[in-house]
Antibody, heavy 124, light 107 residues
Framework: EVQLVESGGDLVQPGRSLRLSCAAS????????MHWVRQVPGKGLEWVSG????????GYADSVKGRFTISRDNARNSLYLQMNSLRVEDTAFYYC?????????????????WGQGTLVTVAS | EIVLTQSPATLSLSPGDRATLSCRAS??????LAWYQQKPGQTPRLLIY???NRATGVPARFSGSGSGTDFTLTISSLEPEDFAVYYC?????????FGGGTKVEIK
């Protein structure tokens, strides 16, 4: 069974930094692209960032580009999100998300498994 | 950056009704579009990928169509468990994005 467990969410002041982690299990982690998606409670979904199986290809939403850095450690089955220069509008639940596998084919840019999320609150 | 616009924002229907949800892209995404369902307190569930392919375990009453800039998710006959929020999602290289969502509520 796929398990994705996020950690690192906290209450921080604007301008500060935070690092989120995601521990993955139940699948061959280094076969899959992984992503971070965030959601303000009661609002819509926002893709934040993603990277391919070895971290050689990464992407960011315009809203976080230059401030957030995604990375992975395949030896530790872990995904990370380093968040710098945090803003009030970064407040949200952050979900670790696994890319889709269907009929043995991995599709990097769709999502089939989600963690339960970690809450990041940016406020003074 | 490609923007996805979903309409309507809210759809008020009764069980057994047909639901038609729209997703429009600001520029062509070819067929690289997915649909997700999210119920309160749950994480999203993939329904449709590549515009028209049902994901594993998704009932046949869900269907997707479209290409380029205009896409539709159709639920042929609403079941009580289908009342939820639906999101479309596209990818362009490594720039992904969701639409704002359509809430399907009980009339």
């Amino acid at each position: 069974e796929v398990q994705l467990v996020e950690s690192g969410g906290d209450l921080v002041q604007p301008g500060r930094s935070l690092r989120l982690s995601c521990a993955a299990s139940g699948f061959t982690f280094d076969n899959y692209a992984m992503h971070w998606v965030r959601q303000v409670p009661g609002k819509g979904l926002e893709w934040v960032s993603g990277l391919n199986w070895n971290g050689g290809t990464v992407g960011y939403a315009d809203s976080v580009k230059g401030r957030f850095t995604i990375s992975r450690d395949n030896a530790r089955n872990s995904l990370y999100l380093q968040m710098n220069s945090l803003r009030v509008e970064d407040t949200a639940f952050y979900y670790c998300v696994k890319s889709l596998e269907i009929f043995g084919v991995i599709i990097e840019y769709y999502f089939d498994s989600w963690g339960q999320g970690t809450l990041v609150t940016v406020a003074s | 950056e490609i923007v996805l616009t979903q309409s309507p924002a809210t759809l008020s229907l009764s069980p057994g009704d047909r639901a038609t949800l729209s997703c429009r892209a600001s520029q062509s995404v070819r067929s690289f579009l997915a649909w997700y369902q999210q119920k309160p307190g749950q994480t999203p569930r993939l329904l449709i990928y590549d515009a028209s392919n049902r994901a594993t375990g998704v009932p046949a009453r869900f269907s997707g169509s479209g290409s380029g800039t205009d896409f539709t998710l159709t639920i042929s006959s609403l079941e009580p468990e289908d009342f939820a929020v639906y999101y479309c999602q596209q990818r362009t290289n490594w720039r992904l994005a969701f639409g704002g969502g359509t809430k399907v509520e009980i009339k």
